[in-house]
């Protein structure tokens, strides 16, 4: 149902008020933009000390190569784990035998549900934290572990989305499990499920963020080191406003790259729905 | 187990802070996001514009930053929150409701509302076109239409959805603690601290209670689901 369902189309009366409505509110909405710089300049955040940074090409790089690459390279990592663990849980869920399927679905539960920040302190515990590397890799196992999580519910709801009388017919030319698993059901699942996990890319890219706990390298670890520095006036906004800025743009070329997948790959049909957590009914779970 | 027990009472407290956090939060994210799902499928184009461009926004940005942007970076321009400060005493100690809390409070509120907008707005989507056909048909305006015809069924529809962003949103209180908030994280981060040789059952009784409240989140909104569906 698109918007314009929810009224009629404006009659004269209706377009003056609603051209009041857009006056009023475009006055509102500039009134508010307007006192927000005012405030902004009023506390000097124009001030060029405060924006150097990120106009010096030393910090340009720095933020780039430290920041951007890094917080990247940790978002693809995590990911390529993720769809490891996925694919293993997803297949385990999918699974004829309950002595695989229980396991499978209790773990997979159970990191949907724990908070990636606490498997994160965990996971650092067996780490040694002063090493930047080992805080990279516990942000990245943490991440894997939840991102995995969702995969391997994605994975299974992609396998499901398979028409059935594709496996019919697998089975009629006298195919085993196994090989109609990986012949016909997975090959067409990953073209269903290629948008959602492209936007799990998304949700991981922006988790990377949470390594802010552990100091792991990254944008946050950049964005840390510019506003406590001296040099720079206390320059908070401008950074929050710069990171953000660079993380809204990167998780946006994501999401296009999704809905072009989504466009070529499978149609105008519906993204992949993906049961919440604690939906839990693995009986469920196995293949017709 | 023992450093478990022993600390239960401290445990409790920052589970205290947590489900707060969810609460207030929750609450907030809800009303802002309803009113932000109405500004987006209203008829001034200058609401829907500026709804679309608050959800692209903080829906783009990691949690993290938003937060990181009440607490250290609004405080630069005077927006800080030390007006609030609530005590509530308990038998194990005080919660203290003071600028952190709120700046993470303020901070969980807007990010969850973007996602509780994008929820609303897919709820929506499912109502029956006839539905709203039906309610201009009878001369309703677009208030009355979405009041008493479209929201109530689409808060049906999209409660799974909404149960699915609250979920999140308890996981996510868990950010606040890295912040300043002295809750579940940061227990069991002081906890694994004094007692590293006993990480394992710190983790799994903390991770056990986030399961138990996911859980009961799930729980409530399966029966809200099923108490609401109509036909």
């Avoid at chain 1, 890219?205 to 964005?223: M, Q, S």
């Avoid at chain 2, 909404?162 to 606040?176: D, E, F, P």
Wanted: overall charge positive; hydrophobic content about 55%.
């Amino acid at each position: 149902m698109s918007g314009s369902v929810l009224f009629d189309a404006p009659g004269p009366r209706s377009v003056v008020r609603h051209r009041l409505y857009t006056v009023i509110t475009s006055v509102v909405l500039l009134g508010a933009l307007g006192y927000a710089v005012v405030r902004l300049e009023q506390n000097g955040q124009f001030e060029y000390e405060k924006w150097e940074p990120f106009v010096s090409p030393v910090y340009i790089e720095t933020i780039l190569v430290d920041g951007v690459l890094e917080t990247v390279k940790m978002a693809f990592s995590a990911i390529l784990l993720a769809v490891g663990f996925g694919v293993l849980f997803g297949i385990g869920k999918l699974s004829d035998h309950g002595l695989v399927r229980w396991p499978c679905w209790a773990v997979v539960e159970f990191w949907r549900a724990v908070p990636v920040l606490l498997s994160m302190i965990f996971i650092g515990a067996y780490l040694d934290l002063s090493q930047l590397s080992h805080r990279y890799w516990a942000v990245v196992i943490a991440l894997m572990l939840y991102n995995g999580a969702v995969l391997a519910e994605i994975f299974r709801a992609g396998v499901n989305a398979v028409p059935h009388g594709q496996v019919e017919a697998a089975y009629a030319v006298g195919m085993r499990k196994t090989q109609v698993m990986l012949a016909i059901q997975l090959p067409q699942a990953v073209k269903i499920m290629l948008p959602a996990l492209i936007s799990q890319c998304v949700v991981a890219l922006k988790d990377t963020a949470l390594g802010y706990a552990v100091l792991a390298p990254g944008l946050t670890f950049v964005a840390r080191l510019i506003y406590n520095n001296p040099d720079f006036g206390q320059n908070q906004l401008p950074t929050v406003f710069v990171i953000a800025m660079i993380y809204i743009v990167l998780n946006l070329i994501l999401t296009a790259i999704a809905t072009w997948v989504q466009k070529k790959f499978v149609g105008e049909k519906k993204v992949l729905e993906v049961a919440m957590v604690g939906e839990g009914d693995p009986t469920a779970a196995a293949p017709k | 187990m023992d450093v478990v027990w022993e600390h239960r009472e401290a445990i409790a407290l920052a589970f205290a802070y947590t489900v707060l956090l969810f609460l207030i939060a929750g609450v907030g994210s809800t009303i802002l996001g309803t009113l932000l799902a109405g500004m987006r499928v209203g008829p001034i184009p200058v609401l829907r514009w500026a709804g679309a461009g608050y959800v692209t926004l903080v829906r783009n940005t990691p949690l993290v930053i938003v937060i990181i942007f009440f607490r250290y970076a609004a405080p630069k321009i005077d927006l800080k929150f030390n007006f609030i400060d609530v005590v509530i005493p308990t038998g194990a100690g005080d919660i203290r409701l003071n600028n952190i809390f709120a700046a993470c409070t303020v901070g969980l509120t807007m990010y969850t509302a973007a996602f509780v907008c994008e929820a609303l707005r897919s709820g929506i989507n499912a109502v029956p076109l006839g539905q709203a056909e039906a309610a201009r048909a009878v001369g309703m305006p677009f208030g009355g239409v979405m009041r008493h015809v479209v929201l109530p069924q689409a808060f049906r529809a999209s409660i799974p959805p909404l149960a699915n962003v609250q979920i999140a949103l308890i996981k996510n209180t868990t950010v606040a603690g890295a912040l300043g908030v002295a809750e579940a994280f940061v227990r069991m981060r002081g906890l694994i601290n004094i007692d590293a040789t006993a990480r394992i059952p710190i983790f799994i009784a903390f991770a056990a209670i986030f399961v138990v409240l996911v859980e009961i989140i799930s729980f409530a909104a399966h029966r809200l689901e099923r108490r609401v569906r109509v036909a």
